[in-house]
């Protein structure tokens, strides 16, 4: 009987259950080398035990991809060492962990790109969305559409990254294709105006896509590649014309890869579970027919009823894992769950990061009180 609580094989990666750990972006690289530190080892390392995967926060492959403040990246020696100290100490406590790679693309300001230069994007279009640079949240400065010419560098940053997270120790890699970033500005047709190859009809949309997918499978093998998307999302001021039509299109054209997982998020972003009216996610999900990892407002009751009902084979947890980082064992009992901080979510220390308490030790402290 496979339940929310029973393991699963994810392509290549052995997992003990099917609850994962979302990519959360938590502004913590403190530092001149875009680097985790001390207290993200501890950070991943108290949700390795309980979660079947972890996914991490994402990161930039390149410093062009970069859009926030204190985000970590995966494009140099130093980085990569700092995420071996990740991974060492995550396998050391039995966890699994994938790397999301990540290039904004538009979502990002001149103050954060190398040289002051402007974001890249397929179009020369500015997003209506807010970033953080470091002191305080300022509009997102105006791209310039990236050159046909520019398109194979990028796809070999991506080929780079993706190796040095296989030299930094992780199980896999995830390739953000969500949430207004690059490869979703390529994919919606209200950020992408594009009238080359990579432009117009759904197959040039998705182009880029396939072409990053094609170099990261060749690094790790696709049984240990995961695919972000969001196509019913509008977070980022990203939207397309027939999402609907796009969702299909990306199923029809994923499901013979043989990826890990496919991670969907199924609505808005951190926001309401809706999606068009002809869309129905359980179909999706049996369109794709590969491991299916359900996101957005999962509670425990909906986790547990979508993966009995075999509409989920994962479910990936953003904010509850911020909170508990044994959330799958406070799950498992029906505990209650640690109420999160939402001042503490970006940016800071190890308040609001590595100081959540855990069940036994909340008993315990019950007990002494
Ligand atoms: C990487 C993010 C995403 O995918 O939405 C992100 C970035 C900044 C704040 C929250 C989330």
Same mark, same amino acid.
């Given at each position: $009987?496979?339940?929310?609580?029973?393991?699963?094989?994810?392509?290549?990666?052995?997992?003990?259950?099917?609850?994962?750990?979302?990519?959360?972006?938590?502004?913590?690289?403190?530092?001149?080398?875009?680097?985790? +530190?001390?207290?993200?080892?501890? #950070?991943?390392? $108290?949700?390795?035990?309980?979660?079947?995967?972890?996914?991490?926060?994402?990161?930039?492959?390149?410093?062009?991809?970069?859009?926030?403040?204190?985000?970590?990246?995966?494009?140099?020696?130093? $980085?990569?060492?700092?995420?071996?100290?990740?991974?060492?100490?995550?396998?050391?406590?039995?966890?699994?962990?994938?790397?999301?790679?990540?290039?904004?693309?538009?979502?990002?300001?001149?103050?954060?790109?190398?040289?002051?230069?402007?974001?890249?994007?397929?179009?020369?279009?500015?997003?209506?969305?807010?970033?953080?640079?470091?002191? /305080?949240?300022?509009?997102?400065?105006?791209?310039?559409?990236?050159?046909?010419?520019?398109?194979?560098?990028?796809?070999?940053?991506?080929?780079?990254?993706?190796?040095?997270?296989?030299?930094?120790?992780?199980?896999?890699?995830?390739?953000?294709?969500?949430?207004?970033?690059?490869?979703?500005?390529?994919? /919606?047709?209200?950020?992408?105006?594009?009238?080359?190859?990579?432009?117009?009809?759904?197959?040039?949309?998705?182009?880029?896509?396939?072409?990053?997918?094609?170099?990261?499978?060749?690094?790790?093998?696709?049984?240990?590649?995961?695919?972000?998307?969001?196509?019913?999302?509008?977070?980022?001021?990203?939207?397309?014309?027939?999402?609907?039509?796009?969702?299909? #299109?990306?199923?029809?054209?994923? /499901?013979?890869?043989?990826?890990?997982?496919?991670?969907?998020?199924?609505?808005?972003?951190?926001?309401?579970?809706?999606?068009?009216?002809?869309?129905?996610?359980?179909?999706? /999900?049996?369109?794709?027919?590969?491991?299916? +990892?359900?996101?957005?407002? #999962?509670?425990?009751?909906?986790?547990?009823?979508?993966?009995?009902?075999?509409?989920?084979?994962?479910?990936?947890?953003?904010?509850? #894992?911020?909170?508990?980082?044994?959330?799958?064992?406070?799950?498992?009992?029906?505990?209650?769950?640690?109420?999160?901080?939402?001042?503490?979510?970006?940016?800071?220390?190890?308040?609001?990061?590595?100081?959540?308490?855990?069940?036994?030790?909340?008993?315990?402290?019950?007990?002494?009180?």
């Amino acid at each position: $009987q496979e339940t929310l609580f029973t393991p699963l094989q994810a392509g290549a990666i052995k997992l003990k259950n099917r609850l994962v750990m979302a990519p959360l972006t938590r502004n913590r690289a403190m530092n001149d080398d875009d680097a985790p +530190m001390d207290m993200h080892v501890k #950070y991943y390392t $108290q949700r390795a035990a309980d979660a079947g995967l972890l996914i991490t926060e994402a990161t930039q492959i390149s410093p062009e991809g970069k859009g926030y403040a204190w985000t970590p990246g995966i494009h140099s020696d130093a $980085q990569v060492a700092a995420w071996k100290r990740v991974t060492d100490a995550v396998h050391d406590a039995e966890g699994k962990i994938v790397m999301q790679l990540w290039h904004v693309g538009r979502i990002s300001h001149t103050s954060l790109q190398p040289s002051g230069q402007q974001p890249v994007a397929p179009s020369a279009i500015r997003a209506n969305a807010p970033t953080f640079e470091g002191e /305080k949240m300022v509009d997102v400065s105006e791209p310039r559409a990236l050159e046909l010419d520019e398109l194979p560098r990028i796809v070999e940053d991506y080929r780079i990254a993706a190796e040095n997270a296989k030299k930094a120790g992780f199980d896999g890699v995830e390739v953000h294709g969500a949430n207004g970033y690059l490869l979703d500005q390529f994919l /919606k047709d209200g950020t992408n105006h594009r009238d080359d190859a990579y432009g117009g009809s759904l197959e040039n949309r998705a182009r880029l896509l396939f072409e990053v997918l094609d170099v990261v499978e060749d690094v790790w093998g696709a049984d240990r590649v995961g695919l972000r998307l969001s196509p019913f999302s509008g977070v980022n001021d990203a939207t397309d014309s027939d999402p609907a039509a796009l969702a299909d #299109y990306l199923i029809d054209r994923l /499901k013979d890869r043989g990826h890990a997982y496919l991670h969907m998020i199924e609505g808005q972003t951190g926001g309401p579970r809706d999606w068009p009216d002809e869309v129905d996610i359980g179909a999706l /999900k049996a369109r794709y027919g590969g491991v299916w +990892m359900g996101n957005n407002g #999962y509670d425990r009751d909906l986790a547990i009823s979508r993966v009995a009902e075999g509409k989920a084979d994962l479910v990936a947890f953003g904010v509850p #894992y911020i909170a508990n980082p044994d959330l799958a064992k406070r799950l498992e009992r029906n505990a209650e769950l640690n109420a999160p901080d939402k001042d503490t979510f970006y940016g800071g220390g190890e308040a609001g990061y590595t100081d959540y308490p855990f069940l036994e030790q909340a008993a315990m402290n019950a007990h002494i009180a």
